[in-house]
């Protein structure tokens, strides 16, 4: 061979679109079978037996079997879809809130800092701020004690 040839005479562009085509529907066709094979785990109203026939129908005849499960049974793999998305979410946000201590209640350290900070503005006095600062310590009471009332400084 004494010519040489060029990859673009020999693989046209209508030829390299077909190609991109291909490859797309056969990823597409991969996320589907996948998708069909967690929904058949995933759904609970089945029991073993059913799911292991989908699973088998699936995987002996997956062209036909994920088309025949997608038809009877694809109305519902949304919300099943959705329902285990919420259930993630809601875990995630559980664990968000337990992590960061999601009693709502502040911590000591920030309730003692409310008091210094109301003690200075001379909101209470300092035998009021301390049976508070005794109470926060002791972890039975708020920042202000139940008997005390908010007195608006004299100036």
């Keep these: 061979m004494s010519t040489q040839t060029y990859l673009a005479y020999d693989y046209p562009m209508l030829s390299v679109f077909w190609s991109m085509l291909l490859f797309f529907l056969w990823i597409m066709w991969f996320v589907l079978l996948f998708r069909v094979v967690f929904d058949i785990f995933r759904d609970d109203e089945m029991n073993g037996w059913a799911k292991a026939g989908w699973l088998a129908f699936t995987v002996l005849l997956p ?45 000591s350290a920030d309730e003692l ?9 001379g909101d209470i006095t300092d ?4 049976r508070a600062k005794e109470l926060v310590l002791a972890g039975h009471g708020p920042a202000e004690p139940a008997g005390s009332t908010a007195r608006t400084p004299s100036r």
Excluded: C
């Design 63 to 107: 062209f036909l079997g994920v088309f025949v499960y997608v038809v009877a049974r694809g109305k519902n793999m949304g919300r099943r879809e959705i329902a285990q998305a919420r259930a993630q979410q809601e875990a995630f946000d559980a664990r968000v809130r337990e992590a960061a201590g999601g009693t709502g209640r502040p911590s």
């Design 127 to 130: 035998e009021e701020f301390r």
């Design 113 to 121: 800092s409310k008091l210094s900070e109301i003690r200075a503005r």
